[in-house]
């Protein structure tokens, strides 16, 4: 027992390491105070789905003030790719080839989409978009507004090591291998997966 434990400690160690460096890296970015600039902007329909794809890097993903998805860079931007694809209910988001320092992107998109996140490594921030929400981070700190608890019917989240913090469901854990599900009488759903960081789900 105690060799395993040693080896997800050390396997957590390894996952962390990298990502802690590249938020700190993309915080102090921040407040140098380089402006975004926009490089994708296309129409979507409310309520539809938003898959996104991304390397590593500091992400925020914020509600369009309008029913688009819009993609804007700040920081090290380098040789990064943005893929932005619209078919009809559904949209793609891709950012690629991210440098490994100093990369942050703002997303915005409808304030009612389901949105599936995938990302290598880094920091993540959603903010309260209406929908289910399927979230995966190989390593980083990962903060999801949740909105209306009520709206749930059922959240699955868990951290292979670090904190949990699931307040507006009741739930709050640390360590290695955690996990806090609930169920409600909502409609939508949250799954949030992550391997080494912090997950926070807030109102």
């Known amino acids: 027992m105690r060799s395993s434990f040693c080896g997800v400690l050390a396997l957590a160690t390894v996952l962390c390491l ?3 460096q590249h938020a700190e890296s993309t915080s102090s970015e921040t407040s140098t105070g380089t402006a975004p600039s926009a490089v994708a902007d296309k129409p979507f329909l409310a309520g539809g789905k938003i898959t996104f794809d991304l390397d590593g890097g500091g992400y925020d993903i914020r509600t369009a003030a309008d029913n688009h998805v819009r993609v804007a860079m700040s920081g090290n931007t380098a040789d990064t790719k ?3 694809t619209v078919n009809g209910s559904s ?3 891709k950012i690629k080839n991210t440098p490994h320092n100093n990369f942050r992107a703002v997303v915005e998109v409808p304030a009612t989409a389901d949105l599936v996140v995938r990302l290598s490594a880094g920091e993540l921030k959603i903010a309260a978009v209406t929908g289910n929400k399927d979230v995966e981070s190989y390593a980083g700190n990962v903060e999801i507004a949740v909105g209306d ?5 059922g959240v699955d989240t868990t951290v292979k090591a670090g904190d949990l913090d699931a307040s507006p ?3 709050s854990k640390s360590g290695l291998l955690q996990q806090f599900t609930w169920s409600g009488s909502g409609k939508y759903t949250l799954r949030a997966h992550l391997g ?3 997950l926070v789900l807030r109102k």
Do not use: L
């Not at 608890?149 to 019917?153: E, H, V, W």
């Open 18 to 20: 990298p990502a802690c």
């Open 196 to 198: 080494a960081g912090n």
């Open 169 to 171: 469901f009741g739930g």
């Open 149 to 153: 608890p009520n709206d749930y019917a």
């Open 82 to 84: 943005v893929d932005v």
């Open 91 to 93: 949209a793609d988001v």
